[in-house]
């Protein structure tokens, strides 16, 4: 799969860094609009827009969930059946995934071909019982029994684990940071060892640079492999300079791996209000973060 480069990056000041994007375009971007806004086709031109302009490695392309809770994601299964088709004849270049909250969302995705796939948990007790009807023990619990069904398909997948609410939850307040590395650290145990990827979350858009430093180094301390570590942030006007402040940490610290999206919308609509939402981070947002961060007078002036 070729990279793509952004045209003010040089391919060697990139690699210096060497990102893995994710594109949640299609599943965290739109999971707010209805149904009538985002057809299936216009999905469909979304991605083959998106693959031609940015190419990114993988791409999350719809939730295999109730239609009641999400009726704009209804239609992820016509969606894969023209994704399997559109990757076998190689229109498209990317690995895909499908967010499955549950087991019966993890089997309908499999039934429909998918490989790869987001599974939910959160650092907020409260917040996974909004958000899935579940508390953290039985979400530890029907994860681990998700895994092992991946695991006996004896096929190739990849699972992403993301965990929400990395600073704030909509319901709990400001959670502990102590408390938000015990819940991230939890997930490295054995019985989740083929979770490839664990995605931090700051799912209210109002994490800070100083509780991102604190968390990520005890992670790293711990033993934990910053290669495993994705970050998915929501940048608003209000946030930027935190968000550039806590990407230029991960640039440090060997995080490469981060959510992107083509569309100004996104977060958690299940349970935050209209006002509460944030958009995902942009591709240009995050390039120019990086090309910023490889200019040595800007590392500077962040005290880098």
């Known amino acids: 799969m070729r990279k793509f480069v952004p045209p003010r990056l040089s391919r060697e000041i990139y690699n210096k860094i060497n990102p893995v994007l994710f594109d949640v375009s299609l599943r965290d971007g739109i999971q707010g609009a209805s149904p009538e806004e985002f057809t299936t086709r216009r999905k469909i031109d979304t991605l083959h827009s998106i693959c031609s302009t940015y190419a ?33 004849d190689k229109r498209i270049n990317t690995i895909p995934y499908a967010l499955v909250p549950n087991k019966k ?48 398909t004896k096929q190739p997948c990849l699972a992403k684990l993301y965990i929400s609410c990395i600073s704030e939850c909509p319901f709990a307040g400001k959670l502990r940071n102590d408390r938000i590395v015990y819940e991230i650290l939890s997930y490295t145990a054995e019985k989740y060892r083929n979770i490839d990827e664990i995605c931090l979350s700051d799912t209210m858009g109002t994490l800070q640079h100083s509780d991102f430093v604190y968390i990520l180094r005890r992670l790293l301390a711990e033993g934990m492999n910053p290669d495993k570590i994705s970050l998915h942030l929501h940048v608003s006007r209000e946030n930027q300079f935190e968000c550039t402040k806590i990407l230029y940490e991960c640039f440090s610290q060997g995080v490469r791996r ?18 509460q939402l944030r958009p995902n981070m942009s591709y240009e947002f995050f390039y120019t973060a990086l090309e910023n961060y490889l200019d040595d007078d800007e590392r500077h002036y962040w005290g880098l």
């Open 105 to 152: 969302g993890l089997l309908n995705a499999m039934e429909c071909g998918v490989l790869n796939f987001s599974l939910i948990s959160s650092a907020s007790n409260l917040f996974q019982l909004k958000n899935t009807n579940c508390d953290l023990i039985n979400a530890k619990d029907n994860i681990c029994e998700m895994m092992q069904i991946i695991r006996d």
């Open 258 to 275: 981060f959510d992107v999206s083509n569309i100004e919308q996104g977060g958690c609509s299940v349970s935050l209000s209209r006002e």
């Open 56 to 88: 990114p490695p993988k791409m999350e392309i719809g939730a295999f969930v109730s239609r009641k809770v999400l009726p704009i994601m209804a239609d992820t299964p016509v969606f894969c059946g023209y994704l399997n088709s559109a990757l076998q």
